[in-house]
């Protein structure tokens, strides 16, 4: 490198430096407080393994021995899980003047409470395993579920994250989320709430905000979203709920957005696509859209208009 090059090089990081010492978020550089976000997501993949300990287990496995093996496999899992929560709580003002010691058993309590519900946690994945069988006529399998179902995949990383913000454990949850997102296009917070047997067919663009409360057997099509209203409040709303209550056995069709914590779908609904719902509908309602002109422009030049959904008794329109 020539000398004229390298000394602006210099000039820039100075430059940089100098801006470091501004005291804004973005010029934190303490590194004792920052999660690896590999080390997160490996705890993902290696819980993944103990939830479906017959699809995602390593083939060299050994099946002789299998206290110890799951014993040696749990204890890795809480090592790396404890030293993230630790390095997150450092950063939390109730553990601003703690010790290390302090932080690590705080960490290493809330580890194994959590490891204490991987059983229940598995109910509740093997009833959206259920789910998505039953719901879908093109499954050939359950393994073809956990294996390549987007939907079931989200679902999985959200329940394991709901478990960690349930015990109030900051970052670690959201974490995991942004990383389900990215694999299946799934944005499920991990403060909602979601009952058993819940099928996300087709995924991809389904978005599920923090305060959302959807009950048992309910079934979304992709492109859901059950979101907020304006938010221009910020953190002013922090602790209201901001999002739908969905009750149990609704069916929401593909780009149906529901928004609104005071909104609430009552039971047995079916809520038709491209909907837009911003009120309470009561329950055993169907919504569709009302008469939806269909235009078909032939290259003969003839045009048919015809309408996408005929009008209904048994319909609620918006």
Known sequence: ????????????????????????????????????EKIVVGVVQKLLRILFPGYYRKKTY?????????????????????????GVLRGQPDYEDADEPTVRREALRLVLAFLHRIPALREMVNSDLEAAFDGDPAAKSMEEIVLAYPGLLAITIYRIAHELFLLHVPLIPRMMT?????????????????????????????????????????????GVTIGALSTRGGQKLKGVKRHPTIEDNVTIYS????????????????????????????????????????????????????????????????
């Open 1 to 36: 490198m020539n000398i004229a090059k390298e000394n602006e090089i210099q000039d820039v990081a100075r430059e940089i430096l100098a801006d470091y010492e501004q005291g804004r978020p973005i010029d934190r550089r303490e590194v004792s407080t920052q999660i690896d």
């Open 62 to 86: 050994s099946p002789h021995d299998d206290e110890r093996n799951l014993s040696f496999f749990i204890e890795e899992i809480e090592f790396q899980l404890t030293r993230q929560i630790a």
């Open 178 to 222: 942004e990383y389900a997102h990215g694999r299946t296009g799934v944005d499920i917070h991990p403060g909602a709430s979601i009952g058993r047997y819940f099928f996300i067919d087709h995924a991809t663009g389904v978005v599920i905000g923090e305060t959302s409360v959807i009950g048992e057997h309910v079934k979304i099509y992709q």
């Open 255 to 318: 780009g149906a957005s529901i928004l609104g914590g005071e909104t609430v779908i009552g039971r047995n609904s079916v809520i038709g696509g491209n909907s837009f719902i911003t009120r309470p509908i009561k329950p055993n309602t169907r919504v569709s859209i009302k008469n939806q002109e269909l235009q078909i422009d032939e290259r003969d030049g003839e045009t048919f208009c015809e309408r996408d959904i005929e009008p209904g008794a048994w319909f609620y329109t918006i």
